[in-house]
């Protein structure tokens, strides 16, 4: 599998070559119908439970050794600005900037700057409706990383999103400065999560961006899985994970932070075998913090031999 660009994210990089470094969990907290929320357009939620969450997810991220990101939604600019705030406080773990509008995107990224927080945001994300405001407010206020979706509706194979990538976004990163950016393949339901698994692969090979996508968008069109009750879709969603990491995933978005759990337990498993292959086989050097430590506790002696 070959290697992509770098992309350093917080404390965290992802990219480079697959298996010597994990890949980054994201979870979504403030998601309109997230029952922590009591009023999406004013940005109004229960404290305690987003807090608990939040704490929750930073206590995996070092029990696991994994590295962990915050998906931070919103409905409005007000609420993105109270959205943002309350999770950078309450966690120092990476934050994506996501909303399906351009103007809450903006917001978030001027409240990033405003708290001197853009180094560990992720800007989610550049669309094919892509506005002027947005190029040029990530002009003003560089994120870590921006996201782009590269999911063409028209061209939903890997052809088409290596397309998307090299003729729609490639131009407006190189214009905005963005040398390595953080590619979304997208899914569209259940069964296509199968294309998203190779369109990572050939936009990873052919672009050689950190690629990944937010497999669990699709869960809710699968009714049938819903009804065998919520350990069934966790198991589903563990699975995924760890399928979507296999093709060389940079990034895996599970759903709702309140399932990091099993996903991030299957996915610091995988990360072990990945993690021993690229040390044993290509003679990459883990970073200090890794599943593989962290799981079964190697000696310094060990990581020397």
């Known amino acids: 599998m070959n290697t992509v660009a770098e992309l350093r ?3 965290y990089t992802i990219g480079g070559r697959f298996g010597s470094r994990p890949g980054l969990v994201v979870g979504s907290i403030f998601y309109d119908r997230h029952s922590i929320v ?10 305690e439970r987003a807090g608990a969450a939040l704490r929750a997810t930073e206590s995996l991220a070092s029990r696991y050794a994994m590295p962990m990101a915050v998906d931070v939604i919103a409905a409005t600019p007000e609420a993105m600005d109270r959205h943002l705030s309350f999770t950078a406080e309450h966690t120092s773990l990476p934050l994506l900037i996501n909303a399906t509008d351009a103007e809450s995107r903006i917001a978030g990224l001027e409240a990033a700057n405003r708290r001197d927080i853009l180094e560990r945001c992720v800007y989610a994300s550049l669309t094919e409706d892509v506005e ?11 994120p ?6 590269a999911a063409d509706i028209s061209d939903p194979t890997p052809a088409g999103s290596v397309a998307m990538v090299r003729e729609f976004f490639q131009p407006m990163l190189d214009d905005i400065g963005v040398k390595t950016p953080l590619v979304d393949v997208g899914t569209m339901d259940p069964p296509s999560v199968g294309l998203s698994l190779r369109s990572i692969e ?7 961006y950190p690629t990944g996508c937010a497999f669990a968008n699709s869960f809710s069109q699968w009714p049938g899985l819903g009804e065998l009750g919520r350990e069934w879709v966790d198991l589903s969603l563990a699975a995924t994970a760890v399928a979507v ?11 709702l932070i309140e399932r990091a759990e099993p996903v991030t337990h299957a996915l610091a ?4 075998f990945f993690g021993f292959a690229a040390k044993e ?3 990459a050097r883990l970073p200090q913090e890794h599943p593989l430590r962290r799981m079964f506790r190697l000696s310094d002696a060990e990581e020397r031999s």
């Open 269 to 272: 498993t995988a990360e072990v």
């Open 38 to 47: 009591f009023d999406p357009l004013a940005g109004e939620f229960d404290e």
């Open 132 to 142: 002027e405001t947005e190029l040029d407010a990530l002009r003003a206020h560089p």
């Open 9 to 11: 994210i917080g404390p």
């Open 281 to 283: 086989l290509d003679g």
């Open 245 to 255: 990491r296999s093709v060389g995933g940079d990034f895996l978005h599970y759903g």
């Open 202 to 208: 050939a936009v990873r090979q052919e672009c050689g």
């Open 144 to 149: 870590a990383a921006v996201m782009v979706l």
